[in-house]
């Protein structure tokens, strides 16, 4: 797992780079300006023409009737108030997610320093109006973007009213730096009102990552936004692009996330997941606001739009497909364009030619688009939201969360129905991944043989309070009060340590947190399983198990694992005592060149068996991705090198979060 280019980091970068780094807007190309500023503008003029000044109304027959059936010569459905207007002051502009080719990745470690001020306010992403969340400002959050090595430095701000908030990087390992893995009740106290915390980390990976509040389910309300890191091994894969721009791609509700959430835990509410009002493509949407009636308390802007990714024709474009929702897994395509795959998760991958890819929470996926059709039409991006796991109906969603690729010269057309034609091939019917073993590694990296495998279950059942509530081997996480996990591990590790100098009844204490298997010191709404607890490096198997109905995309925090087998039904365990279990390396064809990531699709019913080398002291999050589901409890911990964790102390500012009033 750890990767021979990795360069060490270096302290003190050159103040030009650190200034260069700072306001998150660095290095401003031309293709940048012409990809984007000059897309918005025509865009602005275009919608300045539209429908008039777009209305406020709650729901009902809107005043301003919108646009006839797309056409080669509709605008983009929505109406403009002055050109200007196009982009509300809380729009993040788009072409900050357009990145500059002409990045160095084989510039000298810097560090780069950014301020995140969380701050509440009100926003319309599709055109209704609702309370969110943003970061300096903006929806969704400014793009980080750094070269492996590098160390980043994040000023993290609450300027919230009443609640806490954290920052999860996801997809990094943290290693050495546990506490900065963002993790409320795990690797930290939340950040209360009024306080900030200073992120430091160094990145040892290189890909596409994101990050997002990990405080209850608020990153719903805003708190995401894209992390690209570069390095010298990618310079293969920069042959196969001209130029390279992060989609976000994600399910949005019309209401703030703590009112769904309190709807789907109540009582006797067995699993129905909220279903999302529509899908925003870069955190922008189309929405019909005639879906409302009069009644429905909600103010909708009749001017909302889609997104636009404006092309150079005859150009291969790199899209780093980022799912940052709630719940719903996306099937993705460009009309008349196939796409090729060339990295899961910041793992990069052969080219793998499709005409669709799904792409299910948490996960990413680069393809490369080539602008080689004709000139004379643009194209729709289709998320076909894969329906089939919802467990209802909402009636004013469109289930095609769409956004306009556009080399015709005219960025403001909608794609005409004859020219711009979605793929024939069906949708899936069930939330999976694309199949790991046609994705195959360009840099291999085998797994080693396993030396240690644990079997986990999850199951959902109503429990005692009638809440719907998610358990992992019988518990159902809850987050901790004043404390986290780390903390707890490292403090019960000392004290061990210290008893163990000064008594001969020494280790009790200690054995109690340094544990292989189960730890059963924690309180009884965590279950963490103890690894490398002996001073030697496991190679960790999981086989996960599923005991549910639905599909759920796990993730790992710190770590990125291999996926050696899936499968339904029982587990062969002589196949696997006898072949899989000692096997490893490139010779063995259970473990050569197979996939490796972040974030895998754990299908209804079954099981998926996973290794990760647990080299990375610290208390690490093992979860669904699904928001709703991790707030029901679906979370378990691992608890890797006790020994590390032993010598190890959490920094003051971090500690001090937990004793600050309003923490949690
Ligand atoms: C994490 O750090 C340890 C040293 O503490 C090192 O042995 C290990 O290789 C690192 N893991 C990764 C994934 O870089
Ligand atoms: C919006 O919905 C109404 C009512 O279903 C429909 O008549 C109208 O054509 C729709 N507008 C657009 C632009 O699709
Ligand atoms: C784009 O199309 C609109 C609507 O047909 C038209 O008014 C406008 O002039 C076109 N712009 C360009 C740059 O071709
Ligand atoms: C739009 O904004 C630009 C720059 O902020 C300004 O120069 C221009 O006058 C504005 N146009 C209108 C129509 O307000
Ligand atoms: C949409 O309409 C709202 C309400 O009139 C306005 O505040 C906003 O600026 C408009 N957006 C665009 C893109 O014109
Ligand atoms: C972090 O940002 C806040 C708000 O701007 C500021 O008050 C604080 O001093 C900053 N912390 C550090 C260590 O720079
Ligand atoms: C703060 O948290 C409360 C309780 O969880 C929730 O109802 C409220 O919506 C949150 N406010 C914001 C601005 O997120
Ligand atoms: C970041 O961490 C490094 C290593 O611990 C330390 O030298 C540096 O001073 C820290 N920087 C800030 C701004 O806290
Ligand atoms: C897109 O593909 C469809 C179906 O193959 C075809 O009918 C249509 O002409 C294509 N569009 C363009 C602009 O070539
Ligand atoms: C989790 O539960 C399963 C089923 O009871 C059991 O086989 C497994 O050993 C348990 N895992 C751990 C780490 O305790
Ligand atoms: C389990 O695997 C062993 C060894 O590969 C094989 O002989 C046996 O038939 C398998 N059992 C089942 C039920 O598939
Ligand atoms: C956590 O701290 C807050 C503020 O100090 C306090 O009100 C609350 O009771 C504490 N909770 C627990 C479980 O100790
Ligand atoms: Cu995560």
Redo the contacts with the bound molecule.
């Keep these: 797992m750890s990767d021979p280019q990795l360069s060490p980091p270096k302290e003190g970068a050159t103040a030009a780079a650190t200034a260069a780094a700072k306001s998150t807007s660095r290095r401003p190309s031309l293709l940048l300006i012409v990809g984007g500023l000059v897309t918005f503008v025509v865009v602005a003029l275009a919608l300045g023409l539209g429908l008039g000044l777009g209305l406020t109304h709650r729901g009902g027959?809107?005043a301003s009737?919108?646009?006839?059936?797309a056409s080669s010569s509709s605008p983009l459905?929505g109406s403009g108030a002055a050109p200007n207007a196009s982009l509300e002051d809380w729009r993040l502009d788009p072409s900050h997610y357009v990145l500059d080719m002409a990045w160095d990745i084989n510039a000298p470690p810097t560090t780069r320093h950014y301020d995140f001020v969380i701050t509440e306010g009100r926003g319309w992403p599709d055109g209704v109006v609702r309370d969110m969340l943003f970061i300096n400002g903006k929806f969704p959050g400014p793009l980080i973007e750094a070269n492996m090595g590098d160390r980043l430095v994040i000023n993290v701000t609450n300027k919230l009213t009443a609640n806490a908030t954290t920052i999860h990087w996801h997809g990094l390992y943290q290693n050495g730096t546990n506490w900065f893995d963002g993790t409320t009740g795990i690797t930290q106290c939340g950040i209360p009102p009024g306080q900030s915390l200073v992120y430091n980390f160094t990145l040892e990976q290189f890909g596409t990552y994101w990050y997002h509040s990990h405080y209850s389910t608020q990153y719903l309300d805003g708190i995401l936004g894209p992390l690209i890191i570069h390095a010298p091994a990618e310079a293969d894969a920069r042959k196969l692009y001209d130029s390279d721009r992060v989609v976000l791609i994600q399910d949005w509700y019309h209401d703030v996330s703590q009112v769904n959430l309190e709807t789907y835990l109540a009582p006797d509410n067995e699993n129905t997941e909220p279903i999302p009002d529509n899908g925003l493509i870069n955190g922008i949407g189309y929405f019909?606001?005639?879906?409302y009636d009069a009644d429905s308390g909600y103010t909708c802007y009749d001017n909302s739009t889609y997104s636009v990714l404006s092309l150079e024709p005859n150009t291969r474009t790199r899209l780093r497909f980022i799912n940052t929702g709630a719940f719903t897994e996306f099937d993705v395509s460009v009309d008349n364009h196939t796409l090729s795959v060339i990295e899961a998760d910041a793992t990069l991958v052969k080219p793998v030619t499709v005409h669709r890819f799904p792409i299910h929470v948490a996960q990413r996926y680069s393809v490369v688009v080539e602008t080689n059709q004709s000139t004379s039409t643009n194209y729709w991006l289709r998320g076909a939201m894969i329906t089939s796991c919802f467990t209802g109906n909402n009636p004013v969603l469109d289930t095609t969360t769409k956004a306009v690729i556009s080399y015709s010269g005219n960025s403001t057309v909608v794609p005409s129905e004859d020219a711009s034609v979605d793929w024939t091939d069906a949708i899936p019917i069930h939330c999976i991944d694309l199949d790991a073993s046609t994705l195959v590694p360009t840099i291999p990296d085998p797994p080693p043989a396993a030396t240690k495998m644990w079997r986990l279950d999850f199951s959902f059942g109503i429990g005692a309070y009638q809440l719907d509530r998610a358990k992992f081997n019988g518990t159902s996480w809850s987050v901790l009060d004043n404390t986290t996990t780390l903390i707890q591990a490292v403090d019960g590790l000392a004290a061990g340590q210290a008893q163990g100098s000064s008594s001969s009844s020494s280790s009790s204490s200690a054995s109690k947190w340094a544990v292989d298997g189960p730890v059963s010191a924690f309180g009884s709404n965590q279950f963490v399983v103890g690894l490398s607890a002996n001073g030697s490096i496991d190679v960790v198997d999981i086989l996960l198990y599923s005991l549910d109905e639905g599909s759920h995309p796990f993730h790992l925090h710190g770590h990125t694992f291999w996926i050696l087998q899936t499968g339904a039904g029982p587990f062969n365990w002589t196949a696997y005592q006898t072949t899989l279990y000692p096997s490893g390396g490139a010779a063995s064809p259970l473990t050569a060149n197979a996939l490796r990531r972040d974030t895998f699709t754990l299908q209804p019913y079954s099981w998926t068996l996973l290794r990760f080398v647990a080299d990375n002291a610290g208390l690490w999050a093992f979860h669904c991705h699904i928001a709703w589901h991790l707030e029901a409890g679906l979370m378990m911990q691992f608890l890797s090198r006790p020994d590390v964790l032993a010598r190890t102390a959490v920094p003051d500012d971090v500690r001090g979060l937990c004793t600050a009033a309003g923490g949690k």
């Design positions: 027959s809107s009737s919108l646009l006839p059936p459905p019909n606001c005639s879906s």
